[in-house]
């Protein structure tokens, strides 16, 4: 995927690692070469080049994350879309030079595009899907979530319980540390070009993610645009918030609804998350940022944070 993964776990001392390794980085490859859009050989590359209308074999992993990315679609009403492939490839975020093409934006900018979540179709029992109008599928925005998850699932299924395991960023902690303390984590400031601390936040049994504008940047004519593509403008998200951290259950549900608030901005993306239960916190570059401490139905509380209101 591009990145790197890490693991701090908690074991015997006198455990043997070797095959655990080997377990963990089989969960990873898997996920890269069914999801990668830089292989050009993944199943969901395969998917893309599938013809219109025709049944298309999935593994499980890659049918798994698709359900989900799907949903997530449809409940962010297409802030979420994996259905945006070119657009990501146009803007110079995906395999190819790391520059925007001006013809390629043109092209993929154009017209009406039906969203994913109304354009592919599953069949879950068959494992297979189908696309039903032309669609380039990228899975960024939540593949390396799925990885993370896939990681915890290793290790607690190896009988390790006590974990932070991270990709890029996502992150899933286990059980607390044997201390009983939790897994302190911490937040960035959205600043470019910089990386410092906003503050720390303990988590334990809980997963992480944070999508923002301040890392993976491209300049044209003029502008910066961050990487996170809005569906409906066609183009790069402007004028939003610099981030958006989600804490949830699972890394998968975590990585994507931190794309898909991102999308919809404070106003509606805290009452969408207020309406779905999650933890969310809006960072803006230039003013406080909103901050959840839980859950709240129907309109959040909205206030500012400083360092020590992460716990």
Request: contains cysteine; charged residues 25%.
């Amino acid at each position: 995927m591009g990145t790197r993964y890490s693991i701090v776990c908690f074991a015997d001392a006198d455990r043997p690692l070797a095959k655990l390794h080997e377990a963990l980085q089989q969960s990873v490859d898997t996920v890269d070469g069914q999801m990668s859009t830089w292989r050009p050989g993944s199943d969901l590359m395969r998917l893309n080049r599938a013809p219109i209308g025709t049944w298309f074999d999935v593994p499980e992993e890659l049918a798994t994350v698709l359900a989900a990315a799907l949903e997530v679609g449809r409940i962010s009403g297409g802030a979420f879309d994996i259905g945006v492939g070119d657009l990501v490839a146009a803007w110079g975020f995906g395999p190819g030079t790391g520059a925007p093409d001006p013809d390629a934006i043109d092209v993929a900018g154009a017209g009406e595009r039906v969203p994913a979540h109304l354009a592919l179709e599953l069949d879950p029992i068959g494992r297979r899907a189908r696309k039903h109008a032309p669609l380039s599928l990228d899975l960024s925005g939540i593949a390396k979530g799925y990885g993370v998850d896939e990681l915890a699932r290793v290790l607690e299924s190896d009988g390790i319980v006590s974990y932070l395991v991270s990709i890029d960023g996502e992150l899933r902690a286990g059980a607390p540390k044997p201390d009983g303390s939790g897994w302190r984590v911490a937040l960035e400031r959205p600043e470019f070009g910089h990386r410092t601390a906003a503050g720390v936040i303990e988590i334990a049994g809980a997963a992480l993610a944070t999508s923002g504008d301040y890392r993976h940047v491209v300049e044209y004519r003029g502008a910066s645009y961050g990487h996170t593509i809005d569906p409906q403008h066609h183009a790069p998200v402007r004028n939003g918030p610099a981030s958006v951290t989600v804490r949830a259950k699972s890394a998968m549900q975590a990585d994507a609804w931190a794309t898909a608030l991102l999308v919809l901005g404070p106003r509606r993306g805290v009452e969408l998350a207020s309406t779905l239960g999650l933890e969310v916190l809006f960072a803006d570059r230039h003013t406080n940022p909103i901050h959840l401490d839980q859950p709240t139905t129907p309109a959040p509380e909205r206030r500012s944070y400083h360092d020590q209101d992460f716990r």
